[in-house]
């Protein structure tokens, strides 16, 4: 799973990881998919104001320890995961 990247790549920014995963597919045994998240200042000030009034509530789909946590990158590498998976330090 690759999340961002390198911002110091002058041409490609966080792109260059993602265009090396798509060109290296057919050389591996993974599937890999691109998603490109578009930025926009007006979703952001929406999201922080239902954060602030505590309307937006994340979906948890399990929690696990901290000693757990080889369990819960299982569950998520599977694909079972249907919303965040916490994992707790307590």
Known sequence: MLIGGPKRDPWLGPLGRS??????????EANVTTMLARLDPDDLQTL????GAGTLKPVIDR?????????AIDYVAQGHARGKVVVTLD
Do not use: G, I, N
Request: glycine share 0%; charged share 15%; net charge negative.
């Open 19 to 28: 265009l090396l995963a798509v060109l290296s597919a057919p050389f591996v």
């Open 48 to 51: 922080a104001a239902m954060a």
């Open 63 to 71: 929690s696990y320890r901290l000693d757990e946590v080889a369990a």
